[in-house]
């Protein structure tokens, strides 16, 4: 199985024709209330890519997180762990786009900032090495920490995806299969700003140095490169003409995950989730943009 823990959100988009000053009202075009959040979209992916997927989550008793649940359902994912707290509302975006695409996004991460270690811990008890956990950084760094302990004492392979970026902590990095990092995300772990694949060597490099098993730096549309700890490559990505590229890493993370849980090796695994997340970037949305196995 794929156990998938992380955020799920509901993404309220208006368009507008340019963003509003602080203390501007700016009268906005079209609006989309679309599912999102890292969590769901890497599920919501992998799903859809052939893996068998459990979504450890939290959302509120409304709404919106009764609608999310009803869309992981529907993609067949394995809902059950997904935890509901009468406290707190379910996670939301307000995202404003302007006509260059440019955007503004403030979230309101509520039940997800309340996905707790002892949740986490209760959901992953009858997992084991043959499993993968695919994790972000949109919950509580404590919960990440402790999940991913865990599934260290219980021999389950971690892919984490460092995002949204943020600083973490050194014993985190021996603990993980594999390191996912986009450019700024390379670039906030190392130091090293990361724009090329002599630039993600140097990073690579570095956080293998931490104790990485594997890193695959997300490079957009250059592909991603690959490291094991002694060999680097640059895979490339498929010429396509980008529209939307809202949701690509997770679409690749996703597809990853499917790939390795599969037995594939990592530079397979790598080319499968290039061609996945290159697919995903032709299309609008997050989850909309998601590909499914037959069209890869
Ligand atoms: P993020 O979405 O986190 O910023 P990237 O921009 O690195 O991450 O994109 C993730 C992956 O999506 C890339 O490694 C690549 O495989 C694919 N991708 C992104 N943009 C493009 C593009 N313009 N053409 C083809 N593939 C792309």
């Known amino acids: 199985k794929i156990i998938v823990i992380g955020s799920s959100n509901t ?36 799903a859809r890519l052939g893996g068998d997927v459990r979504f450890v989550a939290k959302v509120g008793n409304d709404l919106f997180g009764k609608q999310a649940v009803q869309g992981f359902r529907r993609d067949g ?11 707190a509302a379910s996670g939301v975006a307000l995202i404003s786009v302007d006509e260059k695409g440019e955007n ?8 997800n900032a309340r996905l707790t270690a002892e949740e986490v811990s209760q959901a992953l008890e009858n997992a084991g090495a043959g499993d993968t956990v695919l994790i972000q950084l949109e919950i509580p760094l404590g919960t990440v920490e402790a999940a991913v302990r865990l599934c260290a004492k219980k021999g389950i392979g971690v892919i984490l995806n ?16 594999i390191l996912v990092p ?10 090293i700003p990361v724009t090329d694949a002599a630039t993600a060597e140097a990073a690579a490099r570095q956080l293998a140095a931490k104790g990485v098993g594997h890193v695959v730096i997300t490079l957009g549309a250059k592909g991603a490169y690959s490291f094991d700890g002694q060999q680097g490559q640059l895979i490339e990505a498929p010429h396509v003409h980008a529209v939307d590229t809202t949701a690509a890493g997770d679409c690749f993370s996703g597809a990853l995950a499917v790939a390795v849980s599969e037995g594939q090796d990592l530079p397979a695994a790598i080319d499968f989730a290039c061609r996945a997340a290159a697919l995903s970037v032709t299309r609008m949305g997050a989850q909309a943009s998601l590909p499914y196995r037959k069209e890869l």
């Open 77 to 87: 994912i394995d809902t059950s762990p997904i935890f509901t707290d009468p406290q």
């Open 104 to 111: 503004c996004i403030v979230v309101a991460p509520g039940a």
């Open 162 to 177: 460092p995002a949204p970026a943020q600083p973490l902590p050194d014993d985190l990095f021996p603990r993980l299969a």
């Open 182 to 191: 986009n450019e700024t995300e390379a670039g906030l772990l190392t130091g």
């Open 11 to 46: 993404d309220m988009v208006v368009k507008t024709g340019r963003l509003p000053a602080p203390g501007e009202t700016v009268i906005g075009g079209e609006f989309l209330m679309n599912p999102g959040g890292k969590g769901a979209n890497q599920a919501v992916a992998a």
